[in-house]
């Protein structure tokens, strides 16, 4: 089992539309979670980061944490072409001394 | 305020040459971080410094890979000799501190290409 697993996608959603994204982890006793958005030829650049259960929401943008369920997810409200992009689940991984472990990415797909 | 800088941005060598990569984190970051990214991947961690010392470098290949941040600021990576199989962007983030809760910031990644 990796230790933060991502569907890879694409994930294609009608333009006004919800897109939803989730991240599951391995790691029990993680604490801080992020997601990054990354577009075709850029670096990664955080949209959000998340280190209590429950919804954190930041503009069109919502992250959800389920420590008990291990996951993660993201919700972008009011999808616009311009979310088209890879998104990176990220955990902070406490067994692993506080790294960083990134998921293998989401690849959203917006259609006007 | 400016961001991490990378250069550079590109790099071409043939297989069994050396290449080196350097980065300059944003001012006041003690904790700098190089990643590597294939294709369709995430960013793994390669090396994490907090300020001059190498606190995890569990992932670098070490036969081939090195790095240093001499002064606690800019650092460089360097693969000697490079295999095919490290063509990659490597990107450099820097933070705070490492700690855990804090936001990496990424810079523009150098694309390598080993031919």
């Known amino acids: 089992q990796k230790e933060v697993e991502q569907n890879s996608g694409p994930l294609s959603v009608p333009e006004g539309a919800i897109a939803s994204l989730n991240c599951t982890y391995s790691?029990?006793?993680?604490?801080?979670f992020f997601w990054y958005r990354q577009y075709s030829g850029k670096s990664p650049e955080l949209i959000m980061s998340?280190?209590?259960?429950g919804d954190k929401e930041d503009g069109r943008f919502t992250a959800q944490l389920n420590k008990a369920s291990q996951y993660v997810s993201l919700l972008i409200r009011d999808s616009q072409p311009s979310d088209s992009a890879t998104y990176l689940c990220?955990?902070?991984?406490?067994?692993?001394?506080?790294?960083?472990?990134f998921g293998g990415g989401t690849r959203v797909l917006v259609k006007p | 305020e400016a961001g991490v800088v990378q250069s550079p941005r590109y790099k071409i060598i043939e297989k069994k040459q050396p290449v080196a990569f350097w980065c300059n984190p944003i001012?006041?970051?003690?904790?700098l971080y190089w990643y590597l990214q294939n294709l369709g991947q995430g960013p793994e961690l390669l090396i994490r410094?907090?300020?001059?010392?190498?606190?995890?470098d569990s992932q670098l290949p070490k036969d081939r890979f090195s790095a240093e941040r001499l002064k606690g600021v800019d650092s460089t990576l360097k693969i000697q000799p490079a295999e095919l199989g490290d063509s990659a962007v490597y990107l450099c983030?820097?933070?705070?501190?490492?700690?855990?809760?804090?936001?990496?910031?990424f810079g523009p990644g150098t694309r390598l290409l080993v031919l």
């Open positions: 983030a820097s933070s705070t501190n490492g700690q855990g809760q804090e936001t990496q910031y």
């Open positions: 790691d029990r006793v993680s604490q801080s």
């Open positions: 998340i280190y209590s259960n």
């Open positions: 990220a955990v902070n991984l406490k067994a692993a001394g506080n790294k960083l472990t």
């Open positions: 001012s006041g970051h003690n904790t």
């Open positions: 410094y907090e300020n001059e010392e190498a606190v995890d």
